[in-house]
């Protein structure tokens, strides 16, 4: 391997490992405060890109249907938070994941039904279409790096938001005591609800930005989610940062496995997985 | 002692496997429903693996379907493709190999416990499903055919023949029998007892001096091999394996299943399957997007209906909890 294709690679991997901080760190936030893990995170993910293409298509631009479509998904996070997830929090593990799964199934069926079976594809904006030239040989999508840079800018109001604001002070405080968080008076279902709605969002955002860069098939939430699980594990479950540090890892290893070593690349991050469970079983950044 | 737990499970039992070996004779001739009953046995066996390891154990696995294929891919790869094979002495080999490897995929995901391990035994299922997904020796997508069914004689006397269905139904009835007796008799051992302690007070049991994790080790090797067994026979039945029947939503699936006809009660995953079965059957017939409503109701159920259908008709029969 040459070293412009190393270093394709290398921000391939980065702005996989970043989407999929994206959609991890609203796995392990809802799961670090509210203690629920959400199997239906990935449908939101497949969701989020179903509802780019469908409303790219219906106005012809992709930013307008960023807006719409990130709208949507914070108030199908509430409705779900409010009226079924709710129900879930003085249950145990398998209440949460039986739910979850059904809630999979309805999403799964509610895109074969609107949308169909047959890959569809969203155009990559006019704005952010055009390559950037790296070297003399080797050019990358603009879009590319516009993803990226999106993600950075995610985490970093991610960060700010949890150190810096009252509304992280509660957050932090939530993953620490909860009964302690609701006896001082904050308003835990109010705060849950917020937590939940960002979650979903966050899953959503990371399908409406990579609706032009994969191809929209059913099923795409599930492959997705479960990436998310390895991340999380590696990274620690309800750890923020740990996500970050775990999905980087986890894009770089599964972008370079799938040009290195193509025989085993879709078990690589499985792998990555094991291994490290076997040294550190509760992740690298135990919450 | 009476192998039963209660009333209900005793009527229900006998009820099931009575009209069990009479369906052959009603559905003369027509395979269709032969097959199809084999199929949600296997099922059943299936669940009911499932049902005691997450029932009894309280350990909550999302990768069970891993051994459901790999029951199918063991047999599939060992036996000579065109030679039939002894039936009894590779349900042996099936149920040992699936056990060694449950036993290493054990001392790694029983490190792990609660939502850990959810998600780690979903990982490493799916890890198995791209591995035979993407293998070019093992069919990839398509999976291997069974050209030859295996021949199921005992010191030269065969009472089976597994190409006709009526015979391979029978076969299915029998295991399903043998496998919830099985699981009764763990249940009222000794070990079966200890089982039951580690679920209720861990640390209690811990300080009687029982040592967890093997007690947990034996029971997650013996329910993943009996899970390979019911894949080894959904092989049989439909003469091909490929990587969807360890697909995580055969998990999640066979979990609802055990939870619907409550956990824990080994007699409610025949119920669970039956009855889950039976809907999907009858709503797909009706919509193309079944999905929608299997999911609902999973919902539904999972906020009304705490003990499942064995609950339920332990309830009705005026018997306790057990």
């Known amino acids: ?287 | 002692m009476s192998i039963f737990a209660n009333k209900s499970e005793k009527i229900f039992i006998y009820l099931f496997f009575a009209i069990g070996l009479f369906i052959p004779l009603f559905l003369e001739g027509n395979t269709f429903y032969i097959n199809k009953f084999s199929t949600i046995i296997i099922l059943a066996i299936f669940v009911m693996s499932l049902d005691y390891l997450v029932g009894r154990t309280g350990l909550i696995t999302l990768g069970h379907a891993m051994f459901y294929g790999l029951g199918g891919y063991i047999f599939t790869i060992l036996a000579p493709e065109y030679e039939a094979v002894n039936f009894w002495v590779y349900t042996f080999y099936v149920m040992l190999i699936s056990g060694f490897i449950a036993l290493i995929v054990g001392l790694i995901v029983l490190r792990t416990s609660g939502i850990y391990m959810i998600m780690i035994t979903l990982a490493l299922a799916q890890m198995t499903f791209y591995f035979f997904a993407d293998s070019i020796e093992y069919g990839g997508q398509d999976g291997l055919f069974i050209y030859i069914k295996p021949e199921t004689s005992i010191f030269g006397l065969s009472f089976l023949d597994l190409d006709n269905e009526t015979h391979f139904y029978y076969l299915c009835l029998l295991s399903l029998f043998n496998c919830f007796v099985f699981f009764k008799i763990i249940m009222n051992s000794s070990f079966g007892r200890v089982i039951d302690a580690l679920k209720e007070n861990p640390d209690r049991a811990t300080a009687l001096g029982y040592n967890i994790f093997h007690f947990r080790l034996i029971a997650y090797v013996l329910a993943s091999s009996l899970a390979a067994y019911a894949g080894y026979l959904f092989a049989l039945q439909f003469g091909f394996v490929n990587p969807s029947m360890m697909s995580w939503d055969v998990s999640a699936t066979a979990l609802v299943m055990a939870l619907l006809g409550g956990l824990g009660s080994i007699y409610g995953a025949i119920i669970g399957s039956f009855v889950y079965e039976g809907l999907h059957y009858f709503i797909e017939h009706l919509t193309e997007y079944w999905m929608f409503f299997m999911g609902a109701l999973i919902i539904v159920l999972v906020l009304t209906l705490k003990y499942g259908m064995a609950g339920f008709l332990n309830n009705l029969s005026g018997g306790k909890r057990s």
Request: glycine share 10%; with cysteine.
């Open chain 1, 1 to 287: 391997m040459d070293t412009s294709l190393f270093l394709v690679q290398l921000l391939n991997g980065v702005q996989y490992g970043l989407l999929l901080f994206l959609i991890a760190s609203g796995l392990t936030l809802v799961f670090g405060v509210m203690g629920i893990l959400n199997l239906a995170h990935g449908s939101m993910y497949m969701i989020g890109a179903y509802l780019a293409y469908y409303f790219t298509t219906l106005t012809d631009s992709f930013l307008l249907a960023f807006i719409i479509s990130g709208t949507i998904a914070l108030v199908i996070g509430i409705i779900i938070e409010r009226f079924l997830i709710i129900h879930l929090y003085k249950r145990d593990h398998l209440d949460q994941v039986l739910l979850t799964v059904g809630l999979i199934f309805i999403f799964n069926a509610t895109q074969s039904y609107v949308w169909g079976n047959d890959p569809l594809g969203v155009e990559v904006p006019e704005l952010l279409s055009g390559s950037i030239r790296l070297t003399d040989i080797v050019e990358y999508p603009v879009y590319r790096l516009f993803i990226s840079l999106l993600c950075l800018v995610v985490a970093a109001s991610m960060y700010f938001t949890i150190n810096k604001t009252r509304l992280g002070m509660m957050i932090r405080a939530g993953e620490s005591d909860r009964a302690m968080v609701e006896n001082l008076g904050v308003d835990i279902s109010k705060l849950f609800t917020i937590v939940f709605a960002i979650g979903v969002f966050l899953a959503s955002l990371a399908g409406i930005v990579s609706a032009p860069i994969v191809s929209l098939v059913p099923g795409m939430g599930e492959h997705v989610l479960i990436s998310c699980f390895v991340v999380v594990v590696i990274g620690g479950l309800g750890s923020i940062k740990g996500a970050f540090v775990a999905a980087l890892i986890v894009g770089i290893v599964d972008t370079y496995a799938s040009v290195l070593l193509p025989q085993i690349s879709s078990m690589s991050i499985y792998l990555l997985m094991a291994l490290i469970l076997l040294v550190k079983p509760q992740g690298l950044f135990k919450n």
